[in-house]
């Protein structure tokens, strides 16, 4: 049989154009079967086709078989180098979250545009389907946002999947970046560092450290000191007690061999407390339930021999475990939770809390420590429920200056309380310590129930949690602050309620060395630029600096970021005026704070994953005419600008800057 070469070519064709068909057909790739651990997410691992919590995806009671479960804050940084057509997904809060506070956005940004975002959704509600088409996009972002609270944010990326015709998809972590050192070393003259003001009520002890950096040895001395009050010239410590009401103009004076310097200073007898923000150290962060009297001891030494304490550091707190747990099986934590007459115990880690408190004192430092208004801490440790009045004596008795009260197991108790209901405990707390013999700063975890910010102050608190916890992502950062309660435009305005006595408090600095979910000690998942981003927007709105790192292994560049002198200059400037956001343009952002001296400290944020210019126009900033522009961070002056400044900001970076006329 004779073939016709027409039809024989003919078949060849339809061969090639079925073969490229089929050649072009995608594949479909599960993000679950990626390779997970570059992601970063605020608590514990994310899950492949499971939530979080390990158990079977469910969003609105629909289960799913394949997908991601992480944590809030999350960020999956996908690299797909052009080689998928599209990435689909269903979104929404896993069954399994055990509250319905958190509303979680989901976010889809290809190549830094935005391809698309979900409202904030809760548990319970049905899950999103997502379908964005990604030919062409390099890299791929998928967020999951908590808003400020990273409580129970249990985020599922259901059936999350790839159509792929070139190469594979790969997770990928964040761009490296070194750690630069920007803050220049003190130098060998006096500096006097810290707060310029200082509250203290009638007849109480006072004790306050002259923070001074420079070549030791130093003398120290204050002109027009009160009477009632004494220093010590080779210490800088002030003792003793003022018995009249009324302000007190001092001037510290400071001196080694390589020069002078001398610093107006206030000493405010009354009934306000906390005129600046508290500065110090707390153990959660990276001791957490491992937290004992040698650690305590420890944290101390630190704060001295780092030199943090001559920029101004005054406190050191324990958190949680350091009362009896009722039913633990470890002896240490064991034991009788009270005493005869009622008065709380520490349990064995803690043998002599007194000797503690002393041994903290004698440093010039202050001691802090914790308890709940519920009958346990959050930990499972004894709180002060029905024995308020016995556990302030006790503290006061011990010799401690701050008390964190943590909201905790007092949930049970006072289930969906109105706004009364959410004070009762504070108030009482706060009434009884008024009473006590010696100072002591009230710090309310209450994590921003009521609106705190509106009535922290009224009830006896100096600072008050706004939001839960940060938990370990950048993400957490930007949920905490980056939003409308602290924008100059916002209805909550959460600025408007603080200053001298009562700061708004979004958590600790988590730099340098941190507990991670599986009670390791490992370093913070912040970046560098995320970490100077941190620490400067704490200062702008005037936050506590309580950093919560392990004290005892700073670095040079942990070091660094807790001891720029002009960066916390505008975090304790006697204004009190805390800062907001004053500009937005995406995820460009610039917030502005008033200065004692008519200046303005003025941050440039980058939240976007590439770098920006970031521009600061005087019009947002109320400001005319030419300008000095100094950077706080390399401490140096920039130039005279008019109109506005711009400056080139890294991702997740900032740019700080102190603007003034001359």
Same mark, same amino acid.
């Given at each position: 049989?004779?073939?016709?070469?027409? #039809?024989?070519?003919?078949?060849?064709?339809?061969?090639?154009?079925?073969?490229?068909? #089929?050649?072009?057909?995608?594949?479909? =790739?599960? #993000?679950?079967?990626? @390779?997970?651990?570059?992601?970063?997410?605020?608590?514990?691992?994310?899950? &492949?086709?499971?939530?979080?919590?390990?158990?079977?995806?469910? *969003?609105?009671?629909?289960?799913?078989?394949?997908?991601?479960?992480?944590?809030?804050?999350?960020?999956?940084?996908?690299?797909?180098?052009?080689?998928?057509?599209?990435?689909?997904?269903?979104?929404?809060?896993?069954?399994?979250?055990?509250?319905?506070?958190?509303?979680?956005?989901?976010?889809?940004?290809?190549?830094?545009?935005?391809?698309?975002?979900?409202?904030?959704?809760?548990?319970?509600?049905?899950?999103?389907?997502?379908?964005?088409?990604?030919?062409? =996009?390099?890299?791929?972002?998928?967020?999951?946002?908590?808003?400020?609270?990273? +409580?129970?944010?249990?985020?599922?990326?259901?059936?999350?999947?790839?159509?792929?015709?070139?190469?594979?998809?790969?997770?990928?972590?964040?761009?490296?970046?070194?750690?630069? *050192?920007?803050?220049?070393?003190?130098?060998?003259?006096?500096?006097?560092? %810290?707060?310029?003001?200082?509250?203290?009520?009638?007849?109480?002890?006072?004790?306050?450290?002259?923070?001074?950096?420079?070549?030791?040895?130093?003398?120290?001395?204050?002109?027009?000191?009160?009477?009632?009050?004494?220093?010590?010239?080779?210490?800088?410590?002030?003792?003793?007690?003022?018995?009249?009401?009324?302000?007190?103009?001092?001037?510290?004076?400071?001196?080694? $061999?390589?020069?002078?310097?001398?610093? &107006?200073?206030?000493?405010?007898?009354?009934?306000?407390?906390?005129?600046?923000?508290?500065?110090?150290?707390?153990?959660?962060?990276?001791?957490?339930?491992?937290?004992?009297?040698?650690?305590?001891?420890?944290?101390?030494?630190?704060?001295?021999?780092? %030199?943090?304490?001559?920029?101004?550091?005054?406190?050191?707190?324990?958190?949680?475990?350091?009362?009896? /747990?009722?039913?633990?099986?470890?002896?240490?934590? !064991? !034991?009788?939770?009270?005493?005869? +007459?009622?008065?709380?115990?520490?349990?064995?880690?803690?043998?002599?809390?007194?000797?503690?408190?002393?041994?903290?004192?004698?440093?010039?430092?202050?001691?802090?420590?914790?308890?709940?208004?519920?009958?346990?801490?959050?930990?499972?440790?004894?709180?002060?429920?029905?024995?308020?009045?016995?556990?302030? $004596?006790?503290?006061?008795?011990?010799?401690? @200056?701050?008390?964190?009260?943590?909201?905790?197991?007092?949930?049970?108790?006072?289930?969906?309380?109105?706004?009364?209901?959410?004070?009762?405990?504070?108030? =009482?707390?706060?009434?009884? #310590?008024?009473?006590?013999?010696?100072?002591?700063?009230?710090?309310?975890?209450?994590?921003?129930?009521?609106?705190?910010?509106?009535? %922290?102050?009224?009830?006896?608190?100096?600072?008050?949690?706004?939001?839960?916890?940060?938990?370990? +992502?950048?993400?957490?950062?930007?949920?905490?602050?980056?939003?409308?309660?602290?924008?100059?435009?916002?209805?909550?305005?959460?600025?408007?309620?603080?200053?001298?006595?009562?700061?708004?408090?979004?958590?600790?600095?988590?730099?340098?060395?941190? +507990?991670?979910?599986?009670?390791?000690?490992?370093?913070?998942?912040?970046?560098?630029?995320? $970490?100077?981003?941190?620490?400067?927007?704490?200062?702008?709105?005037?936050?506590?600096?309580?950093?919560?790192?392990?004290?005892?292994?700073?670095?040079?560049?942990?070091?660094?970021?807790?001891?720029?002198?002009?960066?916390?200059?505008?975090?304790?400037?006697?204004?009190? /005026?805390?800062?907001?956001?004053?500009?937005?343009?995406?995820?460009?952002?610039?917030?502005?704070?008033?200065?004692?001296?008519?200046?303005?400290?003025?941050?440039?944020?980058?939240?976007?994953?590439?770098?920006?210019?970031?521009?600061?126009?005087?019009?947002?900033?109320?400001?005319?005419?030419?300008? *000095?522009?100094?950077?706080?961070?390399?401490?140096?002056?920039?130039?005279?600008?008019?109109?506005?400044?711009?400056?080139?900001?890294?991702?997740?970076?900032?740019?700080?800057?102190?603007?003034?006329?001359?």
């Amino acid at each position: 049989m004779k073939l016709n070469p027409l #039809l024989v070519l003919a078949g060849l064709a339809i061969t090639l154009i079925t073969t490229q068909a #089929l050649a072009a057909e995608p594949e479909t =790739v599960y #993000l679950s079967s990626l @390779d997970l651990s570059p992601i970063v997410q605020g608590w514990g691992q994310p899950q &492949a086709d499971k939530a979080v919590t390990g158990k079977r995806m469910s *969003i609105g009671s629909k289960t799913f078989e394949r997908g991601l479960g992480t944590h809030t804050d999350s960020l999956i940084r996908v690299q797909l180098k052009g080689g998928s057509e599209k990435f689909m997904t269903s979104v929404g809060v896993d069954d399994a979250a055990t509250s319905d506070h958190a509303a979680i956005t989901f976010r889809v940004i290809g190549d830094g545009k935005t391809l698309w975002k979900s409202p904030g959704m809760k548990r319970g509600q049905a899950a999103r389907k997502v379908e964005v088409d990604v030919k062409g =996009v390099k890299t791929l972002l998928l967020l999951a946002d908590s808003g400020g609270d990273v +409580s129970f944010g249990h985020a599922d990326w259901a059936d999350a999947k790839f159509l792929v015709t070139g190469e594979r998809p790969a997770i990928v972590g964040s761009p490296h970046e070194d750690a630069v *050192i920007l803050t220049p070393k003190p130098a060998r003259t006096p500096r006097i560092n %810290g707060a310029r003001i200082f509250g203290v009520h009638p007849g109480h002890p006072l004790l306050f450290t002259i923070p001074a950096t420079g070549d030791r040895p130093m003398k120290f001395a204050v002109d027009h000191l009160p009477k009632g009050l004494s220093v010590d010239a080779q210490t800088g410590q002030i003792h003793g007690r003022l018995d009249q009401p009324g302000e007190y103009v001092v001037t510290f004076r400071a001196a080694n $061999q390589f020069g002078k310097a001398k610093r &107006a200073f206030k000493i405010v007898c009354g009934e306000t407390l906390a005129l600046t923000p508290h500065m110090g150290w707390n153990s959660w962060y990276v001791w957490e339930n491992h937290v004992t009297d040698q650690i305590m001891r420890a944290a101390a030494d630190a704060m001295v021999s780092s %030199g943090m304490m001559d920029h101004g550091y005054q406190y050191v707190n324990i958190d949680d475990c350091w009362s009896v /747990k009722p039913g633990a099986s470890d002896p240490t934590l !064991g !034991g009788e939770a009270r005493d005869a +007459s009622g008065m709380v115990n520490a349990n064995l880690r803690f043998s002599d809390m007194k000797a503690l408190t002393d041994y903290i004192h004698a440093k010039g430092l202050k001691a802090g420590i914790y308890t709940s208004p519920g009958p346990t801490t959050c930990g499972g440790y004894v709180a002060a429920y029905q024995h308020e009045e016995l556990d302030a $004596q006790r503290f006061a008795e011990w010799g401690y @200056d701050f008390l964190k009260y943590d909201w905790c197991s007092y949930g049970n108790l006072a289930k969906n309380p109105d706004r009364a209901g959410l004070q009762k405990p504070y108030r =009482v707390m706060g009434d009884i #310590l008024r009473r006590q013999d010696r100072d002591m700063v009230l710090n309310l975890c209450q994590y921003g129930m009521g609106d705190v910010w509106e009535w %922290g102050k009224e009830v006896g608190g100096h600072s008050w949690r706004t939001a839960g916890d940060l938990g370990g +992502s950048f993400n957490g950062i930007p949920g905490a602050l980056f939003r409308d309660g602290f924008d100059v435009y916002s209805k909550r305005g959460l600025h408007k309620y603080v200053g001298p006595g009562g700061w708004n408090d979004p958590d600790y600095l988590l730099l340098g060395y941190l +507990s991670n979910w599986k009670g390791q000690t490992a370093p913070t998942p912040l970046t560098p630029n995320e $970490q100077y981003s941190h620490v400067s927007l704490w200062c702008l709105v005037a936050a506590p600096l309580i950093f919560s790192g392990d004290i005892t292994r700073l670095d040079d560049f942990t070091l660094s970021l807790l001891t720029n002198d002009e960066v916390i200059d505008v975090d304790q400037d006697p204004l009190g /005026k805390p800062g907001c956001r004053v500009a937005i343009d995406g995820d460009l952002e610039v917030w502005a704070k008033d200065l004692e001296d008519g200046t303005k400290a003025v941050g440039l944020f980058n939240r976007g994953e590439d770098e920006a210019t970031v521009t600061a126009k005087w019009a947002d900033l109320g400001l005319k005419g030419k300008r *000095i522009v100094r950077d706080l961070w390399r401490q140096k002056d920039l130039g005279k600008y008019e109109g506005e400044f711009k400056a080139s900001v890294p991702r997740h970076g900032v740019v700080l800057v102190r603007v003034r006329a001359k």
